[in-house]
């Protein structure tokens, strides 16, 4: 029987504090028997995603706390080895939840099956999956970009925002994004087609970024939050619409996000909403047929950064709060 | 011919900071004579609104400036006295922009004629105008209550607040208010129909807000911003939604207002939404024909303060930032 490594969540942050590579541990055990109904999956991608930052902490985040010592949740891809289901069989590829670990156990409720075809299986955690989804959710049901608006989206080469720059491009939009240091932002305008893109680390950052928005924002897709949404702020036209999917810059307690005055969304008219993409599920069939066709159209690029082996997902996870990861954060597990 | 009076701005308050009866001033000519097109219209009631503060202001609110040494603008209601335009004629009661005085002119293209039959003309000024089209957009169209959800609303008693909780319960939703003073508390309860009204002058208003809203808030409609809207925030339930009408606490840089921590948003999915009736004028129909079916059925109360003549105009503005008008402010002009 072959050995299964997992990660568990060995001890929470301190809130608002970095969490640490004390905070996993790695765990082996022999791979599990799948029961009645249940499914067996060699896990073949792991997705990392800023989400699972808040699933560390005790306090209420938007998803369910993750239990201590238990096999960190997170999205992945992989095989399908034995099965008990008459849904699945062996040598079916799926896309799941089977978390940080090699192999992992399901009723097959939570699997869907895929056909990678020409494209790459972990595209189902990136364009094709979760990030895709939300980058089109977050454009198309709360912004809606006019042809001749300004779209900014922070966090432009990660997995979503890539997407949502792609996806304002496609419906006419100037899309403006805003990136950690010239080699992301270069990549962001020559790669992904962005009309403009603005390193905030620069230190004339304010300057950049008030110079690639003649025409203002009509649309916000923030994912960073702290003194980039302040500074973004600033520019809205009348009617403008945030779409607030993440506060990366908050989570860790580096930069509080506030909008000290609420008199800008009243005079301005401005709407803010939050989401999560898994709120409405009756959105993905729509939106993954957009994406596919995309995809298929090669009119959607995207940027993998890959980690090698389930040993090195904490410290890639760790990374991409300080901006290390480009594009999408993978941990390829086989 | 009959002498026109009419409150000019003599000065405009400094920036944060009370307006004072020295920022108006009464001036008199002889009422004018309509030219070609023109109509001249004898005012009746004239509307007093919080947007107006805003306009005293040099700086960009969403509604122009208002200039100086000229005639406050303002809602009115009255009858036309003689008319060079084949589309009134005297006698017609209209609706219309006239300001603080007592004879205007029109084109004709603000005007719009209204037949008062069993309902009193000045409700043009109150549930059937703009307050109570702005009710009714923010309620229908941005809170969209649920029949059990819990909708919030502050300065309840006040022209659109007033509207805004007979809406909500219409709908079939819970109804409280937020109002200033025991008698105006009892009022939103008794005679509008609100589940439960919370004085924010009470010295427990914290607690006694929570023990209103054994529920949670799903629909935050604000006035008044401030203190207020902070204690409020603590309440939300996932997918709140507030429609942001206006901040009467920070127009005079009495309360700030401001959204300490926006992963309130994020976390709870809220959505918040700045909005003025006047953005979108194709609602009013829908909104007209509701509310004047409810006045119809008798299910639509409200209460007007008047103040006679256009001398009181100012002190009865400048009131209503004290809270001291108790339902629709209007000034009695003839």
């Given at each position: 029987m072959p050995i299964n490594k997992g990660i568990v969540l060995a001890s929470r942050p301190a809130p608002l504090s970095k969490a640490t590579p004390e905070n996993f541990r790695l765990v082996e055990s022999a791979s599990p028997e799948p029961g009645p109904g249940q499914v067996l999956v060699r896990n073949t991608y792991l997705s990392l995603d800023p989400y699972m930052r808040g699933r560390m902490?005790?306090?209420?985040?938007y998803v369910a706390s993750q239990p201590l010592l238990e096999v960190m949740g997170g999205g992945t891809v992989g095989e399908v080895v034995?099965?008990?289901?008459?849904?699945f069989k062996p040598g079916d590829k799926i896309v799941g939840?089977?978390?940080?670990?090699l192999y992992s156990l399901d009723d097959g409720q939570a699997l869907r099956k895929i056909e990678p075809g020409k494209i790459p299986i972990q595209a189902w955690l990136g364009p094709l999956g979760m990030p895709g989804v939300t980058a089109w959710a977050g454009v198309?049901?709360?912004?809606?970009?006019?042809?001749v608006e300004t779209l900014v989206v922070s966090a432009a080469t990660g997995a979503v925002g890539s997407v949502v720059g792609q996806l304002a491009k496609a419906a006419g939009a100037r899309a403006v994004g805003i990136a950690g240091g010239p080699e992301k932002c270069a990549y962001a305008v020559k790669?992904?087609?962005?009309d403009a893109c603005v390193d905030?680390?620069?230190?004339?950052f304010d300057a950049l970024l008030a110079g690639a928005l003649p025409r203002g924002i009509d649309g916000l897709f923030e994912n960073v939050g702290g003194r980039c949404f302040d500074l973004c702020s600033r520019h809205f036209n009348d009617f403008g619409r945030v779409a607030?999917?993440?506060l990366i810059a908050s989570y860790e307690g580096k930069e509080p996000s506030s909008l000290r005055d609420l008199s800008l969304i009243l005079v301005k008219r401005l709407k803010i909403q939050g989401f999560i993409?898994?709120?409405?599920?009756?959105l993905w069939p729509q939106a993954m047929m957009e994406l596919g066709g995309l995809i298929a159209g090669g009119k959607l690029h995207w940027r993998e950064s890959v980690a090698e082996g389930i040993e090195s997902a904490p410290a890639a996870f760790l990374g991409m709060f300080e901006g290390k990861n480009f594009g999408k954060q993978l941990v390829k597990l086989v």
């Open positions: 902490e005790e306090t209420k985040s034995a099965s008990n289901n008459p849904s939840m089977g978390g940080w670990q198309k049901r709360i912004i809606a970009p006019k042809a790669e992904l087609g962005f905030h680390r620069a230190e004339n607030l999917c993440g993409v898994s709120d409405d599920m009756s």
